[in-house]
C-alpha cells in the first residue's frame, strides 16, 4: 500500500474511535475499500481507550437492540476473523431491581427482547445471590438475567475493527487532524487536514465530543456535548470469580464489572457534571480528567452497602473520563438533513462499545445504498432540532442525560433541564389555565390540565398515572361539548411555484391536484413503499400548498422534500412555522361556536369535511380547515402569531356558553387511539407500506406522473393478501395494564406481532393499542376472529381483543 498522503477517497472516515473503525472494517467488508480514516491523534485517544466495555443487548427500542444484539454476534467471531485479541467473554449480565416500578420496567423490557428472541429470564433475589456472590441483596425485589451479554476490551475491539478494514485495503492514518468539511453545492466533497485536502464522495463524522465543532464548519447541526463519566477500579479481590456477570443497580445509579481479579465499579449519577464547555484543548489525547471524589461519594458508599467486599478493599484507580451525550439520550446516525453525501455516527451516550457493531454495519449499508437498511427513527440524526447545538441549552442538559441512563424511564417521563425553549404565543395563558407542559422537539405543549392558577403535580406509573382522571374529563369533554388544544409545535412549510403541484404530486402517495381550498391526507413514500412522512397538504392556489406535519419532523421531512425537487423545477419551500401558531377547535359543538365568532357558514353543505378556507374570527383572519386527529367535529384554526392572543382570547370567552374546556397532548392520544388513527414513528415508519398500515384509501396508484413508491406498492398489491398488517388491539377489564410500545401480541400461544403505541380509551373505557401482526397467508378479520389473543405485559400474559376497525365510531359518522 502506498505511504503517500491520499489526495482522494469512496469514503472518508473522520474519528478513530471505535465507531470510525467499524465502519470502516464494515465498508470494506461489502465491498467499498477505497476508505481512508483520519485520527487526529491516535486510534482509541478520545473516550474509547477508558471505555467500560460492557456488552448488553437489551435496549429501550427493538432497533437499538437489534444493533446491540448484532454487536454481541460479531464480538463473538472478530477475534477469530482478524487475529486481534479483543478481550470478549459472555459472562452475562443481571439487571437488579430495588422496587416494583424498576421491576416492571424490566420486566416490560424482557418482554420486548421475547418478539426477537433475545435469551432473557426473571430471577429471585436469592438467584441473584447465586450468581453474583459479592452482593448483599437487602431491599432487592429481584431482576432479570441476560445469559448472552458479556464485556470487551474496548481499546483490543477497535484493534480488531482496525486491522480488519487494513486488510480488506482501509488507508488509516493517525496524526492527521481534519479542520473542515468541504461542501460544494450542498454535498459533502471531501475532508480539509493539516496535511492537506482529500476528496471524497461521502464522508462520516464519528469524531465524538469534537463532532458538533466540526459539523458546524459545514453548517450542519450535531447536538452533543461532554460530561464528566466516573469509575473506579479497585485492588485485586481475594477469591472473586472470574466469570461474574456484569451488574446493574439503576436505582442506585451504579453498575460492576470484574477486571482481572478487580471490581470496577461505575456510576451514572443524577446532576452530572458537563465539561469542554470553552472548548476541548487540542492536545487532549488519552486524558483523564481531575478526580472529584466529593461528587460521586453518595453513590460510592451505597455501593460499600450494596458490595460489602468493597468496605475492605482498596481502591487502585479513581478514574474521571470525558464521553458525549445527546439531548435526547439516543445517539446521532445517518445521513445529515443539511449536507447530502455528510453522515455522522456520534454521540454515543456511553453506550458506544456495545453499538459499534450494529452502527458499522448498519451504516455502511446506508452509505452503499442512499437509504438506510432498516427503519433508524430512535437514532436517525434527522430527528434533531437546529437549535439543540445551543451551548448553553447543551450544558444543562447534559447535567440530566447522563444519569437518566440509569434513571428510571417512566411512561410520558418529561425532561427537566433546559425547558420553556419554544413556546407558543399562548404559553402563559395555557400556564394560568392549569396546564402542566410537555416537552417534544423543544416545544413546551399542554400534557394535560388541573386547576387554574395552579401547577399540577405528577406521579408516573407504567399504570394508570396521576393525571388519568384529568384525561378523562378532558376526552369525554371532547365527546360531548367542545375542546380547544394547542398545536402550534405543528411544522408548516408554504410549497410554491409554477412546478409546485408536479412536485408534490410526485412526492406524495395520494392525489394532490385536488380543487383551491381542499384538503389531503397523504404519506411521503420512498422507493420500498416506506412511509417517509404523515402530512396533510392543502391548497391555497393553483401554484401554492401549505404542508403540516409534526414537531419533530421539522429538519427531516424538509430535506426529503427538498431532495426531490429536480434542479430545473421552479418551486419555493419555506418553513412558515414560527409565524403561523395553531389552535384546535374539537368537539360536537365546535360548528355551532365557530359560528358565534363568524359570519362563514359552516354547515356541512358549505364546508364538508378537509375543506380549508379563510375565515373572519373576532377582528382577525383566520385560515380554518375541518379535520380531526381526535374522532370528533373539528377544526383547525392558523393564524399569523400576531392575531394568535386575539383569538384565542376570543374562542375562550365565546366558550363558556358551550361547555368549552382544554385539552393536552395525553388526551389527544386518547382519542386519537379510539379512532386507530396513526402517529409517525411510533405506528408507521419507513418499513411500513400504507398498505401494512391501513392506509391504502390515502393512495392512488392511477394518477397522472406517478410517485415515489409506486411501482412498490404495486408489487405488493400483486403478491396477493397483506402480509402484515395493523390491527387495533383492547385489554378487557377496568384493571386492565396500559400497553405503551413493544409488547409481544401472541395468537394461539405464538408471538406473531408487537404493539406500536397504546393509551387508555376513555371514550369506551378500555386499555388500547395499535400493532402489527403476521400471517404468510394473509391478515383478515377471519384470521383475527378464529385465534385466541394475548398480549404480553412485564412477563405476564392477558387476554386482548383484536381487529382491525377503530373501536370508537368505526364509521366514522360524529366527525363528518
Known sequence: MSSEFPSRADVVIVGGGVAGASIAYHLTKIGITDVVLCERKQLTCGTTWHAAGLVTQLRATRRMTELAKYTGELFGTLEAET???????????????NTPGRYEELARGASMGRNFGLPVEPVSPGEIKERWGPISTDGIVGGFWFPHDGQVNPADVTMAYAKGARTRGARILEHTAVTQ?????????????????IRAKKVVICGGMWSRDLAA????????????????????????PRNLPVLFLGDEWTYYKEDAGKLLVGFFEPNAKPWGQKGIPDSFSFDSLPEDVEHIAPYLEQATRRVPVLQKTGIQLFFNGPESFTPDDRYLLGETPEVRGLFCATGFNSIGILSSGGVGKALADWIRDGHPPMELMDVDVRRMQSFQVNRKYLEERTTETLGLLFDMHWPSRQFETARGVRRSPFHDKLLAMGAWMTEAAGWERPGFFGTPGTMPTVQYSYGKPSWFTNVRDECRNTMENVTLFDHSCFIKYEVEGRDALRVLNSVCANEIDVPISKVVYTQWLNAKGGIEADVTVTRLSDTSFLVVTIAISQRRDIAWLKRHIPDDAHVFVRDVTSAMPMLALMGPKARAMLSTLSPTDFSDAAFPFGTSREIDLGYARVRASRLTFVGEQGFELYMPTEFAGHVFDEIVAAGKAFGLRMGGFFAINSLRMEKGYRHWSHDIGEEDTPYHAGLGFAVVLNKAGGFIGREALLQQKAAGPVTRRMVQLRVPGSEAPM??????????????????????????????????????????E?????????????????????????????????LK
Request: proline fraction near 5%; charged fraction near 20%; charge should be negative.
Open 782 to 814: 377471519a384470521w383475527l376472529a378464529s385465534g385466541t389473543w394475548e398480549v404480553e405485559v412485564a412477563w405476564k400474559r392477558y387476554p386482548v381483543e383484536v381487529q382491525l376497525r377503530p373501536w370508537y365510531d368505526p364509521k366514522g359518522e360524529r
Open 83 to 97: 487475529g486481534q485479541a479483543t478481550g470478549f467473554k459472555r459472562n452475562g449480565s443481571l439487571r437488579v431491581a
Open 217 to 240: 464548519t459545514a453548517g450542519v447541526a450535531l447536538p452533543l456535548h461532554a460530561a464528566e463519566h466516573f469509575y473506579i477500579v479497585t485492588e485485586p479481590v481475594e477469591g472473586l
Open 181 to 197: 468539511i468541504i461542501v460544494e453545492q450542498g454535498r459533502a466533497a471531501g475532508v480539509m487536514t493539516e496535511k492537506g485536502e
Open 739 to 780: 400497553l405503551h410500545h413493544n409488547e409481544p401480541i401472541l395468537r394461539d400461544g405464538a408471538i406473531v406481532g408487537s404493539v406500536t403505541s397504546g393509551a387508555w380509551g376513555h371514550r369506551v373505557g378500555a386499555s388500547l393499542g395499535l400493532g402489527y401482526v403476521s400471517h404468510e397467508a394473509g391478515v383478515s
